[in-house]
C-alpha cells in the first residue's frame, strides 16, 4: 500500500512539473485575472450608475459570453480554472514539500480551498456555456440569488446559525490575511526574481498590493452580510461579492469608494496577468 501511495506520489510530482502543465497553469492564471477585470469593469459601471449587471465572477462570465467570440472566450476562462484546480490539487495532495508539520498541513488545505474557488468560477463557466448558467442574479431582480439558497439551506440545519457565523469569519479571516499579505507583500513569492525586478517589477507590486487589499476588503464585507444573516436568522442579508460591493455603493461617497475598490479589484486582475507570466512555484 505504501509502495503504491509512493508511485502515485512521484507521478504526481512528474506531472507537476512538466512543461505542458507549466503552461496550463499559465493560462489559467490569465483567465482568472481576464475575469476579475471584468468584475472591476461591472463594479465601476454599477458605481456610475449602472445596476442592471452583477458585479461577481459569475456575472463577469456572463458578461464575457455577450462579448464577440464570446462562447469561446467562456469555455477557455472554463478550461483555464480547471487547470487551475488540478494544480491546486496536486498541491493539496504532494505539494509544500519544503514545509514540515503543521505549516504544511495548513499550506494543503490553503491550496484545496483555492482549488475550490478555482473550481466555483469552472463550474459557473461551463453552465453559462452550455446554456443553463441562468440570467443575471445581482441587478435588483426579484430572484433568490445563490447565495441566499445557500445559506437558506444552511440556516434549517441543527446549529445552522454558528454554522453560517463561522463561513462568514471564515470569509472575514481570508479577507484579512489577504490585506495582511498587501501589507508585507507577502505575495512577493509569487513571482519570480525577474517578475519583481526593473521598472517592470516595481508595477507588478503595486498591482499586488493594491489588489490584494482591495479584495481583501470586498471579501471582509462578503463574510460580514453572511455573519449578520446569521444572527438575524435573515438568508437575504448574505450575499456574494455583488452584494458586498452595492452596501459600498449605498455608503456615503459610495459612488467614488465602489470605483476605487472596482480600480483595485481590476489591479489583482491584472497581478493574475503578471504571475501568468513571471510565475513562480
Same mark, same amino acid.
Given at each position: 500500500?505504501?509502495?503504491?501511495? $509512493? ?40 458605481? &456610475? ?36 484546480? &488540478? ?90 490575511? *489577504? ?27 503595486? *498591482? ?18 453572511? +455573519?449578520?444573516?446569521?444572527?438575524? $436568522? ?10 458586498? &460591493?452595492?452596501?459600498? &455603493? ?16 481590476? +489591479? ?9 507570466? $513571471?510565475?513562480?512555484?
Amino acid at each position: 500500500m505504501e509502495a503504491l501511495q $509512493h508511485d502515485a506520489a512521484q507521478t504526481a510530482r512528474r506531472a507537476g512539473d512538466s512543461t505542458w502543465f507549466d503552461r496550463a497553469i499559465r493560462g489559467g492564471l490569465v483567465a482568472y485575472g481576464l475575469v476579475y477585470v471584468v468584475v472591476a469593469w461591472l463594479a465601476i459601471q454599477l458605481a &456610475l450608475g449602472d445596476r442592471g449587471g452583477e458585479a461577481s465572477t459569475s456575472g463577469a462570465v456572463r458578461e464575457l459570453a455577450q462579448q464577440p467570440f464570446g462562447q469561446v472566450l467562456v469555455w477557455l476562462v472554463a478550461i483555464g480554472m480547471f487547470a487551475l484546480v &488540478l494544480w491546486r490539487a496536486l498541491e493539496a495532495a504532494t505539494g509544500h514539500r519544503d514545509e514540515e508539520g503543521a505549516t504544511r498541513v495548513r499550506k494543503r488545505v490553503t491550496s484545496a480551498a483555492k482549488g475550490v474557488l478555482y473550481a466555483a468560477i469552472g463550474i459557473s463557466a461551463i453552465r453559462v456555456a452550455t446554456g443553463s448558467g441562468g440570467g443575471s442574479g445581482g441587478g435588483g431582480g426579484g430572484g433568490r440569488s445563490s447565495e441566499d439558497t445557500l445559506t437558506a439551506k444552511l440556516l434549517d440545519l441543527p446549529f445552522g446559525q454558528g454554522l453560517v457565523f463561522l463561513v462568514g469569519l471564515g470569509i472575514i479571516g481570508y479577507g484579512v490575511a *489577504l490585506g495582511i499579505r498587501a501589507w508585507t507583500e507577502k505575495f512577493r513569492e509569487q513571482l519570480s526574481a525577474e517578475g519583481q525586478s526593473g521598472d517592470a517589477g516595481t508595477a507588478y507590486l503595486w *498591482l499586488g498590493k493594491i489588489g490584494h487589499a482591495a479584495k481583501g476588503v470586498a471579501l471582509s464585507i462578503v463574510g460580514g452580510l453572511f +455573519c449578520y444573516a446569521a444572527v438575524t $436568522h435573515d438568508p437575504k442579508k448574505s450575499g456574494g461579492l455583488d452584494q458586498a &460591493l452595492r452596501e459600498v &455603493l449605498d455608503q456615503p461617497f459610495g459612488p467614488v469608494l465602489l470605483v476605487l475598490v472596482g480600480v483595485g479589484i481590476g +489591479c489583482y486582475g491584472l497581478f493574475s496577468f503578471a504571475r501568468a507570466r $513571471h510565475l513562480s512555484r
